[in-house]
């Protein structure tokens, strides 16, 4: 069974850092595409990063290109996302998904973690 | 950027009914859109994938279609299990989400 498990979420000033984590089991994990879903209190599904399964491929939306950095460690089945500089509408459930294990683009997300709550505020 | 035009935003159903929702991308995205359903406090989950392929698990009474550029989610027979809020993803180049529909107790 695939599952997904995000943490580090938490409150951070406006500025601040987090860095989020997702340990993933379940599947072989590296060979998956990876990517980062947020989604801001009452509002919508906006994606924010993806990963390809060796990591060589990374891209961003353009609102947090710069500021976050996604990456992932095979050997620990885990799944990164540095967020620096952290503006208020940062703040959102940031969920982790499960790509393709042969793209780096150009795919649906099949499974998602419960998600981490983070909260950008002074 | 392609943008994902979802509509109604909400609608009233009760059970049995039979349920439309149409997304419209702003571009050609081939046949690349997914669906997924979320509950409150819950992540989504897939439901249709290639615009019309149904992902291992879901019913038979949600199926998807595709013309040109608009998409169309629907629910044969919607059931109680069924009220939540439904997204529809291009991932033709890179990923867009619609803004959504909730479907709700007529």
């Known amino acids: 069974e695939v599952q997904l498990l995000e943490s580090g979420g938490g409150l951070v000033q406006p500025g601040g850092s987090l860095r989020l984590s997702c340990a993933a089991s379940?599947?072989?994990?590296?060979?998956?595409?990876m990517s980062w879903v947020r989604q801001a209190p009452g509002k919508g599904l906006d994606w924010v990063s993806s990963?390809?399964?060796?990591?060589?491929?990374?891209y961003y939306a353009d609102s947090v290109e710069g500021r976050f950095t996604i990456s992932r460690d095979n050997s620990k089945k885990t799944l990164y996302l540095q967020m620096n500089n952290l503006r208020v509408d940062d703040t959102a459930v940031y969920y982790c998904a499960k790509g393709d294990p042969v793209a780096t683009l150009g795919y649906h997300f099949d499974s998602w973690g419960q998600g981490t709550l983070v909260t950008v505020s002074s | 950027d392609i943008q994902m035009t979802q509509s109604p935003s909400t609608l009233s159903a009760s059970v049995g009914d039979r349920v439309t929702i149409t997304c419209r991308a702003s571009q050609s995205i081939s046949n690349w859109l997914a669906w997924y359903q979320q509950k409150p406090g819950k992540a989504p989950k897939l439901l249709i994938y290639?615009?019309?392929s149904l992902e291992s698990g879901v019913p038979s009474r949600f199926s998807g279609s595709a013309s040109g550029t608009e998409f169309t989610l629907t629910i044969s027979s919607l059931q109680p299990d069924d009220f939540a809020t439904y997204y529809c993803?291009?991932?033709?180049?890179?990923?867009?989400f619609g803004q959504g529909t909730k479907v709700e107790i007529k």
């Open positions: 290639k615009a019309s």
């Open positions: 379940g599947f072989t994990v590296s060979i998956y595409a």
């Open positions: 993803q291009q991932y033709n180049s890179y990923w867009t």
């Open positions: 990963i390809s399964g060796t990591g060589g491929a990374t």
